[in-house]
């Protein structure tokens, strides 16, 4: 579908060009309802039932802001070592789209809640970047459309389009970055890094899922080139929802290559919104608008501003946590590991995973076997990255005390962790479900022992003679008809008993 | 005509409660009232009869049981502005691209006056969108003033209190965002009420100007407006600019106004809406352009009666008032353009041109430009231009600058007297047709009560009786302070009782329609 | 400043999605012009140090705990949908990009 692309080769960018990177991340917020309705803010669910008057722009329906999602974004913005607004306002953004009820965005313009502020970045090799934080704002998110017709689904060619709202106002927070200059032939690196770092953080915050896979992390990159002896940035595109980690490193450095021949060949960068083709690491541009929008900007008269006390902000400072890579020194420090495994568990990307399992409880060496190995396994065959797998510390960690108290099997204990990962919901929600009970109640035990020693007598004669391995047999009916579940130790006791005692 | 539709809704009220009347007799006879007169006057787009019906069976069996009313109106039939969603009863906001709409919710006014036992006899013409002074701007033909049937109600709000002045409902509920109470009020001899900003609830009425849209009660009678305030005010935690306080005492202050003494009461009359006519004892010569000289005159001896009625009459200037009128035609359409920017064909109401070769784009604009009539066209397109970058700070943004002044022209004059006072509109009403393609005469309507939007303070007209040039009712207006709304029913209620007893109830002098026809 | 061209109206109207007339162009290019002359005292406030005013009460922090409402139904949320398809509000192809 495009067009050949002449590209520059990536180190002759690097000796011509300085790029600029810009990366704005918009950010779902986990709270429990949307950003001004007490709809339920959940991932999927059947299209159109988690709406209302309000997040479908019915005539009359009124806005009111969720509070929590308000702290949300003043804790993210705290954690970006930015200043919090003492007053701001929602601005109306004034465009007209299908996916969006109300045919303008409730967002913030000009005072935004969090500005100037900073992250440092770790990169690859242990060097720490500092990326400038322009601002940090709260939003909606839009409903979203399923293109029919089309040959591919997408928005051209396509006959009608489908709209669910399920999503649409959904609090989003959109974190724009002050232009990032001077990395040379690191900027995609810088940009993943930033991203990553990011995820990191907002996890620790709990404050997202941060699922790049379902969008409740989404990351534009804006990129431009200046020459080695401009004194002004270059023209920029921007390259929309970029939905991976190595997506981002690959569309900035796509990009780069791109506008490097352009230029190169006496051409101009035009400003446009690009996309980015996962299948070949491609970016294409999108529609080209005739006009400019004009958004036509005013304070949201529905909303009231929002003045955040000192003390409230102070209060909301304290409830930040460790900083990830902070706590990976930490955890190196605390769990006697050596270079080598502290970087195994950075390499599956289970540090900071097994970190928060053992803040929920879990012993180390527990957390980390389960985050390493199964875990791991797992997400290898879904092909995602560990910290994609719909499970949360706590609920592994929760997985592995019912393991250590003996009321799951190991064996049991990995089903539980299929069942949350496939959806079934929390662990004790799956056990219930899939009945897993480690069958520890002896008078249970001892009916299905008395019927299995009665069904095979020759072999309750074999024991009773001291054959005392024929045991097994015998364990393995009463492990049949529990269906797994019994403790396999404490059967064979009670055979044992019941051969030989009574 | 029967009895009860001449009472007001306090004597209704009570007949019900003391079971000397059914609220089913009472509700049928509006509902055949407005059977035999509404061919003529047009102030209703949409009947509710049997909803009606069962809410007053419902008000009924509960008093037969011998359970306390549920609000001291329970039983009384009450007509609702159509920009008031009613779930299960079409609201169309008088405009085509609304028509067949059924809301699946209720605004909170609507639950309120449903809570409160008040049969909803159904909903009431307007301007589109509740822009205009005339109610010429329904989609759906204009209302009649029942005064006389060539001239408009007023507007938007005309077919609510043109419903009162026909005796075909003895409560209404209008909004207003310029005047679209009171200057309907005025027009037709009726009580209109805004409230103070925030003390209604907005959920569920379908936003014009969100910064200035505030529902109001509207009556034959300052106490009826008073009870029916106190059934539709107060917090509502699902619209985040409702005011966190109690509803001011205002059937109380009603009530002491009744009494007829507004001693140590202080009056002041606004130069710049005067005419000077406090000035030097009621002259209405000078500063009175624009004003009819029979609107004067009846406010002229308005302020005459507050003064024997023991109130202190001042004058007082709001030199920024002068500056209303155009920061109005600034903020409400620019909000407009924005609110209404969701009746796009997508999701409900109207949808134009879906040929299946059309995008979602085209369908959108030839819908809109089916859907709303010229004046909304005209608002949401100099709303647009005002909002717009390079616009912006010398028109959306003056205007909000002006906003402030009038504030503190309010605040300068409510630190010298406890109301101020001023004509209501600058005329009667004007003949249908006369100003409809002359919008700048238009606006003029709503030249007086402009300014109380903008700064969300409250204010009542009160009928002050027949101009002596052309017969045609005439209002005066009260303002007070934010969530100092009693104040303007006891003054309103004084005004009312001495008037009423010098002259007898303005509308016993409304012609008899029966059998008019169109 | 006003003065305001058919093609500025024209503008104006795509913007706001009216697909206007030629006939309206001229009617309101005509009528906008009148109005905002007549509105454009308020400029001579622009430059003022007058704070604006937004919000006619002076709230602030008015907060909604985060904490489910039950909404509609996807009958009732499609109830009044020109046209609808699998539980969704069935729209014409949209031409332009998100934004
Ligand atoms: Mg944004
Ligand atoms: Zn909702």
Redesign the interface.
């Known amino acids: 579908m495009t067009a050949l692309v002449e590209l520059m080769d990536y180190d002759e960018v690097i000796s011509r060009f300085d790029p600029v990177l810009g990366l704005e991340v918009h950010v779902e917020l986990s709270t429990a309802t949307k950003m001004f309705c007490g709809c339920v803010n959940e991932f999927g669910g059947e299209p159109n039932t988690h709406v209302c008057p309000t997040c479908l722009g019915m005539p009359g329906a009124l806005p009111v802001v969720n509070g929590k999602a308000v702290e949300s974004a003043m804790r993210i913005g705290l954690a970006l070592n930015c200043e919090i607004a003492s007053w701001c306002r929602f601005a109306r953004k004034n465009y007209f789209y299908p996916d969006m009820p109300k045919n303008f965005q409730t967002s913030q313009y000009d005072e935004p809640i969090a500005f100037s502020g900073y992250l440092d970045v770790p990169l690859d090799d242990g060097e720490v970047v500092r990326v400038e934080i322009e601002r940090a704002h709260m939003e909606e998110d839009t409903g979203k459309s399923l293109h029919v017709g089309g040959a591919t689904g997408r928005i051209h060619g396509a006959e009608h389009s489908l709209l669910d709202y399920n999503r649409a106002g959904v609090p989003l927070i959109e974190i724009v970055t002050k232009p990032i200059t001077g990395m040379g032939a690191r900027a995609p690196e810088v940009a993943r890094a930033y991203v990553t770092a990011l995820r990191d953080l907002l996890r620790a915050l709990d404050v997202s899922d941060v699922r790049m896979d379902q969008g409740s992390l989404r990351c534009d990159a804006n990129v431009s080139l200046m020459a080695k002896d401009a004194t002004e940035f270059g023209t920029r595109t921007e390259t929309k929802n970029v939905n991976s980690l190595r997506s981002v490193e690959r569309a900035v450095r796509y990009e780069m290559t791109r506008q490097g021949a352009v230029l190169l060949d006496g051409g101009t960068i035009k400003q446009e919104t690009r996309h980015f083709q996962e299948s070949d690491g491609s970016t294409s541009p999108g529609r080209t608008k005739e006009t400019a929008e004009d958004y036509r900007y005013f304070p949201e008269p529905d909303l009231v501003p929002i003045a955040p006390t000192r003390e409230w902000v102070e209060q909301l400072r304290q409830t930040l946590p460790e900083l990830p890579w902070e706590r990976r020194k930490r955890i190196k420090d605390e769990w006697n590991l050596t270079d080598e495994e502290l970087r195994d568990l950075l390499n599956t990307g289970a540090a900071d995973l097994v970190a928060a399992t053992v803040d929920a409880g879990a012993a180390p060496g527990e957390a980390r076997s389960w985050w390493v190995q199964y875990l791991t396994q797992q997400a290898n065959t879904r092909e995602v990255e560990l910290a994609e797998l719909p499970i949360k510390p706590v609920q592994v960690a929760r997985v592995i005390e019912l393991v250590g108290s003996g009321e799951l099997t190991n064996k049991m204990g990995r089903e539980v962790v299929q069942g949350v990962l496939e959806g079934e919901g929390e662990p004790d929600e799956v056990v219930e479900k899939r009945d897993l009970k480690v069958v520890s109640d002896d008078s249970a035990l001892l009916t299905a022992v008395d019927e299995a020693l009665a069904a095979a007598p020759d072999v309750a004669e074999k024991i009773r003679g001291g054959k005392v391995q024929a045991a097994g047999a015998i364990v393995g009916a009463v492990m049949k008809t529990t269906k797994g579940q019994a403790d396999a130790k404490r059967v064979r006791e009670l055979i044992l008993e019941r051969v030989n005692g009574s | 005509m029967s009895d009860l539709t001449r009472l007001t809704a306090a004597e209704l009220a009570g007949r019900i409660h003391a079971r000397e009347v059914s609220s089913v007799e009472v509700t049928q006879a509006h509902l055949d009232r407005i059977e035999e007169v509404d061919g003529a006057v047009h102030a209703f787009l949409h009947v509710d009869t049997e909803g009606a019906l069962d809410a007053a069976r419902a008000v009924d069996a509960r008093i037969a049981s011998g359970e306390q009313p549920a609000s001291p109106l329970a039983g009384v039939p009450l007509a609702l502005k159509d920009v ?2 009613t779930e299960g009863i079409p ?1 169309t ?1 008088g405009s085509r691209t ?1 028509e067949g ?5 209720d ?1 909170t006014v609507t639950r309120r006056l449903r809570e409160a036992g008040v049969p909803i006899l159904g909903k009431t013409n307007m301007d589109e969108f509740a822009m205009g002074s005339s109610t010429e701007n329904s989609a759906f033909g204009p209302t009649r003033n029942p005064w006389d049937r060539d001239r408009i109600p007023g507007g938007s709000g005309g077919g609510s209190s043109a419903s009162l002045a026909a005796f075909e409902a003895p409560l209404a509920i209008g909004t207003d965002t310029g005047g679209s109470i009171r200057q309907p009020g005025s027009v037709t001899g009726t009580v209109g009420v805004k409230p ?3 003390g209604v609830s ?6 014009f ?4 849209d505030q529902a109001g009660p509207c009556a034959r009678t300052v106490l009826d407006a008073a009870l029916l305030h106190e059934v539709i005010g107060g917090h509502d ?5 409702s ?1 966190d306080a109690p509803v001011p005492a205002v059937v109380a202050a009603a009530r002491e106004g009744a009494r007829g003494d507004l001693t140590g009461v202080r009056v002041g009359v606004v130069r710049e809406f005067s005419g000077n006519a406090a000035s030097a004892g009621g002259s209405a010569s000078a500063g009175g352009e624009g004003y009819q000289p029979g609107v004067l005159t009846s406010f002229e001896a308005a302020v005459q009666q507050l003064r024997e009625l023991g109130a202190e009459v001042v004058e007082v200037s709001c030199p920024n008032f002068t ?1 209303a ?3 109005y ?2 903020i409400a359409p ?2 407009c ?2 609110n209404l ?11 134009v041109g ?1 040929d ?1 070769t ?9 819908t ?2 089916a859907g ?1 009539g ?1 004046e909304v ?2 608002r ?3 709303g ?2 005002a ?3 390079g ?15 009038i ?1 503190r022209d309010f605040d300068a004059a409510f630190e010298r007297v406890d109301v101020l006072v001023s004509p209501t509109t600058p005329t009667t009403a004007f003949k249908i047709g006369e100003r409809a393609d002359d ?2 005469a238009m606006y003029l309507a709503d030249l007086c009560t402009i300014p109380s ?4 303070n409250a204010a009542m007209s009160v009928p002050s009786g027949l101009s002596a040039d052309d017969g045609l009712p005439v209002g005066l207006q009260i303002m007070a302070p ?1 969530l100092a709304d009693d104040r303007l029913y006891r003054v309103g209620a004084a005004y009312e009782t001495a008037r009423d007893a010098a002259e007898g109830p303005l509308l016993n002098r409304v012609p008899e329609l029966k059998g008019a026809a169109l | 400043m006003p003065n305001i061209s058919r093609d500025e109206v024209a503008h104006l109207a795509r913007l706001a999605r009216l697909a206007v007339t030629d006939e309206e162009l001229n009617t309101f290019a005509g009528q906008l012009d009148q109005i905002l002359d007549a509105v454009a005292k308020v400029g001579e406030v622009a430059n003022s140090d007058i704070p604006p005013t937004s919000h006619a009460v002076p709230l602030t922090n008015v907060f909604r705990e985060d904490v489910v409402r039950p909404g509609l139904t996807q009958e009732q949320a499609l109830s009044g949908a020109p046209a609808a398809e699998e539980g969704r509000f069935r729209v014409p192809q949209i031409l332009g990009d998100e934004q």
């Not at chain 2, 907005?202 to 936003?207: E, H, I, K, N």
């Not at chain 2, 935690?237 to 600019?241: F, I, N, R, S, V």
């Not at chain 2, 059309?358 to 030839?366: H, I, K, N, Q, T």
């Open positions: 008031l969603t609201t906001c609304l709409w059924l809301p699946p919710y605004a103070t900003y925030g907005r959920y569920g009425l379908v936003a100007s969100s910064s200035l935690p699902l619209d985040a600019t005011v500056l009128l155009p920061a035609y600034l620019s909000e353009s924005s920017a969701r009746f796009d064909a997508m999701r409900y109401g109207l949808r879906d299946g059309r995008s979602a784009e085209e369908v959108m604009s030839l809109r430009e709303f010229a066209k005209r949401i397109m100099l647009t231009y909002l717009s970058s616009y912006y700070d010398a028109y959306y943004g003056s205007a909000q600058k002006v906003r402030t002044l504030s919008p700048m939007n903008l700064a969300g934010a």
